[in-house]
């Protein structure tokens, strides 16, 4: 198969996918799936002009030939790896939970702030959720350990002494474990938009804050995901 075939079975396979996400039975031309698909679906998003630009391309591969009917020029590499990574993805609907780091470690409120400054230095990580009775409390980070100390004199204190306080409340959003990948990054794009910063996402067995978590994604995670979409 050359590159204008691999091409070509591609973008069926893309406009397959989108049909599926615009729930469409009738005819929509191409343009018009990719707009409404862009509003259901973050790959579509992401890739909207390039999957504009390679209809354009697909027609010319399939509606323009020499007299022998062969394909005028041949897609690059490039190009038809592009394009099939965009099909995989659409095909593939990735869960959240593959890209959420895992397993989650978590402190406790009577916990001491050393203990749990030494747990998230070990776990090279600078947010770790506090839960108490099994259900989630607050996010303790290093800033607001770093706070704290610069506040009290005394270095010795529980978890309880600094995640409790009203300025050291963190925007937390809980997912069940079948929620999409495309979700997590609607998630923090609406947090920007609203002003409301999002400090994590919390993925447990039924998205529900008594449970304990499976994975937790944090903005420090969003370069692994972007690069896969």
């Avoid at 409404?36 to 630009?53: E, R």
Wanted: glycine share 2%; proline share 2%; charged share 30%.
């Amino acid at each position: 198969m050359d590159n204008a075939d691999r091409f070509v079975e591609a973008f069926v396979r893309i406009e397959k996918s989108l049909r599926e996400i615009a729930s469409v039975n009738r005819f929509m031309k191409f343009h018009q799936l990719v707009d409404i698909c862009s509003k259901k679906n973050t790959v579509v998003k992401i890739n909207f002009s390039k999957l504009l630009d390679y209809a354009d391309l697909r027609n010319v591969l399939v509606h323009q030939r020499d007299d022998n009917n062969d394909v005028l020029a041949q897609p690059t590499d490039n190009a038809v790896e592009a394009i099939e990574k965009v099909a995989t993805q659409l095909e593939d609907d990735k869960k959240a939970i593959e890209f959420a780091s895992k397993p989650v470690r978590v402190v406790r409120l009577s916990d001491t702030l050393d203990y749990a400054y030494q747990a998230m230095y070990r776990l090279k990580t600078t947010k770790i959720p506090v839960y108490d009775d099994n259900c989630f409390v607050n996010l303790l980070t290093m800033e607001s350990i770093a706070n704290w100390l610069i506040n009290n004199e005394s270095k010795i204190a529980t978890v309880a002494d600094v995640v409790e306080g009203k300025d050291n409340v963190n925007k937390v959003i809980f997912f069940d474990i079948n929620r999409r990948l495309g979700d997590v990054i609607d998630a923090f794009e609406n947090g920007l938009v609203s002003g409301t910063n999002l400090s994590a996402i919390i993925i447990s067995e039924n998205g529900k804050c008594s449970d304990y978590p499976k994975g937790i994604i944090t903005v420090y995670d969003l370069p692994k995901i972007m690069s896969y979409i």
